[in-house]
C-alpha cells in the first residue's frame, strides 16, 4: 500500500468532517493540477492519507483516512453549477481525477509545519520543499512512519 498527503482546508473538507462521517467513503474532488491529478490516478484502494489542514489559523497534519475507491472521473468537470466545472473536459476523455477516502484517525495534536520542517528525515518530503504547492504528494514508508512517530512525542 502507498502513503500519501493531501492538502485541504478546514473549510471545505476537515478531519472532523470525516470523522462526522466516519463510515461513509467521502469523494475527494476539485483537484485541478495536472501533477496532483496524476498522484490522485496512483492511489488506489487501502492505501493511507495524511489530513493536512492549510489556508487555516491552525496548519498542520491532523489525522489519517484511507482511499475507498481509487481514481474515476470527477463528476464536478461536467457540472455546469460547480466552481470545478471544466468545459474542454468530456465523458469520453475526461480530464480530473477523484478518489473516495473513508476516515480512519484523528490525531490528538495537530503537527504543525514547522515541526515537520525541523524533523530529521523529511527533508525530501515535498510538503516541506520551498515553493512545493501541490494538494495531493507521495510520502515514502520512512517519511510515513517518522511523521507517524512524531504524534507520540
Known amino acids: ?8 482546508e478546514p473549510s471545505e473538507c476537515s478531519i472532523n468532517d470525516f ?13 485541478r493540477n495536472y501533477q496532483a491529478r496524476n ?8 492505501d493511507q492519507v495524511l489530513i493536512y489542514h492549510s489556508s487555516c ?20 468537470q ?5 466552481p470545478y466545472y471544466d468545459p474542454k473536459s468530456t465523458q469520453e476523455q475526461p480530464r480530473w481525477q477523484a478518489v473516495n477516502m473513508q476516515f480512519e484517525e484523528k490525531l490528538p495534536q495537530l503537527i504543525s509545519l514547522d515541526r515537520l520542517k525541523n524533523t530529521e528525515g523529511l527533508e525530501e518530503l515535498p510538503l516541506v520543499r520551498k515553493g512545493n504547492r501541490l494538494s495531493v504528494m507521495p510520502v515514502s514508508e520512512g517519511e510515513w512512519q517518522i511523521i507517524r512517530s512524531l504524534q507520540c512525542d
Open 39 to 46: 498522484f490522485l490516478r496512483q492511489m488506489a484502494e487501502g
Open 57 to 76: 489559523k491552525n496548519i498542520g497534519i491532523a489525522g489519517v483516512v484511507r482511499v475507498t475507491r481509487s481514481a474515476y472521473a470527477d463528476p464536478t
Open 19 to 31: 470523522a462526522k462521517q466516519a463510515d461513509t467513503s467521502i469523494p475527494w474532488d476539485g483537484v
Open 1 to 8: 500500500m502507498a502513503k500519501w498527503l493531501v492538502k485541504t
Open 78 to 82: 461536467f457540472d455546469a453549477e460547480s
